[in-house]
């Protein structure tokens, strides 16, 4: 049998915050594998695989609906490459709209920037002044 964890071991061996694995178990994306006789939560090693593969799809841009799908569909089987696929293109969409968005900021901080240089460093901030007639 493999050595039992408390949550704040887990934590700290999936480098991830106490809090942060509460709320995991809250929406129960883990769960505890035991209790130990004072009635504290246990983990084992297939809890912190899960964690690692949380973070790990987190990382690429899933979200944590989409790792709830990953780890196993509504039947408890392993996802089929269909439905992950559908997943992975509405992450995909997601990210294109954001760098779209990432795009237009820079292109706004961009022109903001010369008009900066543009201007007497001790002038009053044309930048500023414009945003400011923007609330």
Do not use: W
């Amino acid at each position: 049998m493999s050595k039992r964890l408390t949550i704040s071991e887990l934590a700290k061996a999936a480098d991830i915050p106490t809090t942060t694995l509460r709320y995991y178990e809250r929406i129960r994306l883990v769960e505890p594998e035991d209790r130990s006789c004072g009635n504290y939560r246990l983990y084992g090693d297939q809890s912190l695989k899960k964690l690692k593969f949380i973070r790990a799809a987190q990382a690429i841009g899933f979200t944590l609906e989409d790792v709830k799908s990953l780890l196993a569909d509504n039947k408890g089987k392993t996802p089929t490459c269909g439905n992950v696929q559908g997943l992975i293109e509405a992450r995909l969409t997601d990210v294109e709209e954001r760098l779209k968005d990432l795009r237009h900021v820079r292109k706004v901080l961009k022109s903001a920037l010369e008009q900066c240089h543009r201007q007497k460093k001790s002038d009053c901030c044309q930048v500023v002044a414009d945003l400011r007639k923007k609330k």
